[in-house]
């Protein structure tokens, strides 16, 4: 059963690598490799439950209860590396008042 704000499983096949690596960013992005697939697919799966209304960074944050730095980059990758999955609409503002990206799953914006 699927709540609204809460981010379903299922994971992606790819890892994350910065293009340069150095030591300590491949130690990173093993260490949350497996996590970080998981992540991404919940990021887009609560996008695509907003609709039309989609969501931003802060709004999966707090749904997510996880690090800007953590969804930032799963919302990174959803836009990089499967573009066809999501895409920037408008702005809104987030908690601290500032405007912040609108994110919609292409599924969702027929």
Not at 64 to 90: D, N, V
């Amino acid at each position: 059963m699927s709540h609204q704000g809460e981010l379903p499983y299922r994971s992606l096949p790819f890892v994350p690598l910065s293009k340069n690596p150095s030591g300590t960013s491949r130690d990173a992005a093993r260490s949350v490799a497996s996590e970080s697939s998981t992540l991404r697919e919940r990021c887009y799966r609560f996008i695509q439950s907003r609709g039309s209304k989609g969501a931003t960074c802060d709004e999966i944050e707090v749904a997510s209860k996880r690090s800007h730095q953590t969804i930032s980059a799963r919302i990174r990758e959803l836009k990089t590396e499967i573009p066809s999955r999501i895409f920037q609409q408008g702005k809104r503002p987030t908690r601290t008042g500032r405007n912040a990206d609108i994110h919609i799953a292409h599924e969702t914006s027929k």
